[in-house]
Every structure is written in C-alpha cells, then in structure tokens.
C-alpha cells in the first residue's frame, strides 16, 4: 500500500457513506471514518482553532498513522480538513506518530515523531522514532522538511514532541524509554530546525512507569505543570485502574534549571477513557486540554459501524494553591445549549423516576444535598447500561457502566467529603459521558454504548431518601 494523502481522502469519501452513525458524536470530534487516537498539534492559527489527530483512514483499528485535520471558530463546530500527514517519506514510513504544533511567523509548523522499523516491525531492536518537522503556510496544505532530531543512541522508544517559545528560545519535550524507566527529554532551539539537546527533564522512580507518553509542560499560577501519559503504573485501590494513565506532576522550572517537583503524580480524569491530553492556549490566554476518550485495548463498539475513537469536550485547566489540577468545560461549551428543562426539585425515597425519554445531546446538571441524604445509593441513570450515583456507605460517586454484550462492565470512583453539596454537570453525547465534579474538583469519562432505544434518563434513589436542591437539563445543539 502506498500512503498518500490523495489515496487517503479517498478511502475517507468512500468509506464516510457507509458508516452507521448510531454512536457517533453529535458535539465530540471524531474521524470521517476509520481510527483516531491522540489529539495532536491542537492550536490557534490565522483565525481558527485547528486540531490534528492520530488517525487511521483505512480501517477502524489501529494501523500506519496519518494526522486527521478538523478546524473550529469555537471549538465545538469542527470543520473537517483534508488529511495533513501520511506516512509517505523513509523518516516516517510507518506512521506519523503524535505530535504538536506552533506558530512561527506566518507560518503553521507541525512538530512530530516519524515512526520507522529497520527491519523486521516485531522486533523493537529496528524500532527508530525521530521527531520530524512539517510547515504550511495556509494551514491545510504541509511541507515536509524531514527529520529534526535523530533518535539518540540506544534509544527506540522516543515520541510525541510538544514544542511551545520562552524567552527567545523554542523548547521540545519528548517521551522516552530507558529500559523499563519512562523519561521527558528536553531540548532547545532557535529556529525550529537545529535542536539543542538539554537533557532529562524528569524520569520515572520505581513503580512510576516504562514509558512516559505525550508529554506537555506549561505554567499556571506560577507553577510548572509536567503532563503526560504514563505507561506501565499498577492499579492501587481506586487509583490507576486503566490500562494506562494520564496525570502529571507539579514543579518548578526555569530555562537552564532542573525542574524540581512539589507532588507526586495524580491522574486527571477517573473514568475509563481518557488519555493522550494535549494542551493549548486560547487567544484569550486560557489553557485548554482535550484528551482522546477512549483507552488502549479496551473493547471499542463503534468498530463494527465503520469508526472508531473520540476526541474529549475542550476543558479549561487551573492549578489550585496546593497544586491539584482543575478542569471544568471551556465556556465555549455553554454556546450548545438549547431548551432547558427544569427537572423538580425533590426528595426522591426509594424509587426510580423517568425524567426524559431520550439522553442523547445532553448536559445534566444536578445539585445533590448530601447532607440531607441518607439512601444508600442515589443518582442518574441512562438506559440500563450507565449509572452515575453517590454510594453513601462508602462515601464515594460512582461511574458504573454495564455493556456485557460488548465486553464493557465496571465502575470508576472518585472520594466524596460527607455531608457536602454535591454539583455534577454530566455531558452526555452519543456514546459518551464526562462528569464534572464541584466546578473543577474532579473528572470522571467513559465510554457508552446504549442501544438506540434505551436512552431514558432516570433519577433514583435506594434504600433512604435523596434530596436536590436544583437539578434540570439542557438540550444541546
Ligand atoms: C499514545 C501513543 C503515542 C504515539 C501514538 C501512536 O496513545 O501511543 O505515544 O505517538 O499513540 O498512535
């Protein structure tokens, strides 16, 4: 097979016609057709926000990466864009792997790792990632300008470059793996084409990971934010459940120092699927992040319609003063909303009331009274697959989902503080849903996959009573 990106966009026409929609997103980004992974070079250019993505255009799995192109006014209405990278040159001839982008001048740079085997594939020996740089003037249109940095000796696994400007310099942070020890490589540059190598910028210590993926390192509130998706951390209790995890670290840093941690590593969405975030900042000097809301190895329904892989709703990031990461919707969010449908405020004992026929393209927002509620367990449920509810005894909100048909049961939680308010703002989309906790507190995301005619939204209550003080839905766009 030989990738291009005509051969691409015509695989994409010719598949778009034949998907079955059920599950695909109504207000999330996804591919025409076929795979997406990662969300990468996501940025503001000439007027648009542009995001690119992992993408496989030939089947629904997994296979020679391209980069999926979309651009949005506002991050919600994507425009699909012709495929900017295929894998169509000897420094990226089996995939080009995750990646960022830049401004620089007038010109759009896309800054990402070439995936290439020196040989036989199954043998990580031929492994060779190298980062690569491509530019454009228009911003659909790339030219590739090859390799700009070589993979470093005795290194394979060396991948997804996030470059942003400081001072008079570009920096790059790399994800690497030593042996079994996850790493971020910095380097430095003036011009986007000779890069510095300035060392490591951080490694895993034992139990913290393999492989160190998708790395992003930013300042809020004064502080240094080291976000990356780690490979290889084991569950512990509650913690880490997914097969891999996204999280990061606190610190401090200036150019030229080390970066000296204040914190261990937290994951920053408790649900089954999200991972790969890649930040940006807005015009306005928001921080923003979307994730890739699935998780790797995980059964993925929608393969069987023809697609596969979302991208998360954009969240707005914030540091707190001691130095946990908060991320609620972007504001753009709100612009979906349609009716609002006040739902009553009520004491719910020991019943399951229907409040709407159909959750489809929907934000719930619930304000639970838990110092007033004594049921056992109480909250939303969407058909009999999703339920999302307080479980008083142990003082914990649970994301359950039961899809035994597709192979998908189980339950993500994160800590309540008895006897406060509890506020949930739940987005709900086709096959998805992303929980908002206390305004930022805390995340959970999953992946859904009701049939299309169970779909009714449920408020319940068992074993005692349950009390809201406010609770309704907005149908969105
Ligand atoms: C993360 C990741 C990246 C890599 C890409 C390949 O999900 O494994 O490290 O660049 O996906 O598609």
Same mark, same amino acid.
């Given at each position: 097979m030989t990738y291009t990106i005509a051969n691409a966009e015509q695989e994409l026409q010719a598949k778009r016609e034949m998907l079955n929609l059920r599950w695909y997103p109504r207000y999330h980004l996804a591919a025409r057709a076929g795979w997406v992974n990662d969300p990468n070079g996501l940025i503001w250019f000439d007027g648009w926000y542009h995001a690119f993505y992992q993408h496989h255009p030939y089947s629904p799995q997994w296979g020679a990466m391209h980069w999926g192109h979309a651009r949005s006014k506002d991050l919600l209405h994507w425009e699909h864009l012709p495929v900017a990278l295929a894998p169509e040159g000897p420094e990226d001839k089996d995939g080009c792997f995750s990646g960022s982008a830049v401004v620089d001048g007038d010109t759009l740079a896309l800054i990402y790792t070439g995936h290439k085997f020196h040989g036989d594939a199954g043998n990580d020996e031929n492994l060779y990632q190298v980062q690569c740089l491509a530019t454009s003037r228009d911003g659909i249109h790339f030219k590739r300008e090859g390799i700009i940095i070589d993979t470093p000796p005795d290194l394979h696994h060396f991948r997804d470059p996030k470059v942003w400007r400081e001072g008079d310099s570009w920096y790059m942070v790399v994800g690497a793996r030593v042996g079994d020890t996850g790493q971020i490589r910095l380097y430095r540059s003036a011009d986007l084409r000779q890069w510095q190598d300035e060392g490591i910028l951080d490694?895993?210590?034992? &139990?913290?990971?393999?492989?160190?993926?998708?790395?992003?390192?930013?300042?809020?509130?004064?502080?240094?934010?080291?976000? +990356?998706? =780690?490979?290889?951390?084991?569950?512990?209790?509650?913690?880490?459940?997914?097969?891999?995890? @996204? &999280?990061?670290?606190?610190?401090?840093?200036?150019? #030229?120092? =080390?970066?000296?941690?204040?914190?261990?590593?937290?994951?920053?969405?408790?649900?089954?699927?999200?991972?790969? =975030? $890649?930040?940006?900042?807005?015009?306005?000097?928001?921080?923003?992040?979307? #994730?890739?809301?699935?998780?790797?190895?995980?059964?993925?329904?929608?393969? $069987?319609? &023809?697609?596969?892989?979302?991208?998360?709703?954009?969240?707005?990031?914030?540091?707190?003063?001691?130095?946990?990461?908060? *991320?609620?919707?972007? %504001?753009?969010?709100?612009?979906?909303?349609?009716?609002? +449908?006040?739902?009553?405020?009520?004491?719910? %004992?020991?019943? $399951?009331?229907?409040?709407?026929?159909? &959750?489809?393209? *929907?934000?719930?927002?619930?304000?639970?009274?838990?110092?007033? @509620?004594?049921?056992?367990?109480?909250?939303?449920?969407?058909?009999?697959?999703l339920r999302v509810y307080v479980d008083t005894q142990m003082q914990r909100l649970v994301l359950e989902r039961r899809y035994p048909q597709y192979g998908l049961c189980g339950t993500r939680s994160v800590p309540l503080v008895p006897g406060v308010p509890l506020v949930l703002r739940m987005f709900i989309d086709s096959s998805s849903v992303e929980v908002f906790v206390n305004d930022g507190e805390a995340c959970l995301s999953s992946r859904i996959y009701p049939d299309a005619d169970r779909r009714e939204l449920s408020l319940f209550a068992w074993h005692g009573t349950a009390t809201l003080s406010d609770a309704g839905a907005w149908q969105l766009e």
């Open positions: 490694e895993a210590q034992a &139990g913290m990971g393999f492989m160190w993926e998708c790395p992003d390192f930013f300042t809020l509130n004064g502080k240094r934010v080291l976000m +990356f998706s =780690p490979q290889g951390i084991a569950a512990q209790g509650f913690e880490n459940r997914n097969l891999f995890q @996204s &999280g990061y670290l606190v610190g401090d840093w200036q150019p #030229g120092e =080390p970066f000296v941690r204040a914190g261990e590593f937290a994951e920053m969405d408790h649900g089954h699927d999200f991972y790969a =975030p $890649q930040s940006f900042l807005t015009p306005d000097g928001r921080r923003i992040v979307i #994730g890739w809301l699935n998780m790797w190895e995980s059964p993925m329904p929608e393969q $069987q319609d &023809g697609w596969s892989g979302m991208l998360s709703l954009p969240r707005e990031l914030s540091l707190t003063e001691d130095n946990r990461l908060q *991320m609620r919707p972007a %504001k753009e969010v709100e612009a979906l909303r349609q009716a609002w +449908f006040p739902w009553p405020v009520s004491t719910l %004992k020991n019943q $399951q009331t229907l409040m709407a026929d159909k &959750g489809e393209a *929907m934000e719930v927002v619930l304000h639970w009274d838990c110092a007033n @509620s004594d049921a056992e367990q109480y909250g939303l449920s969407l058909g009999q697959g």
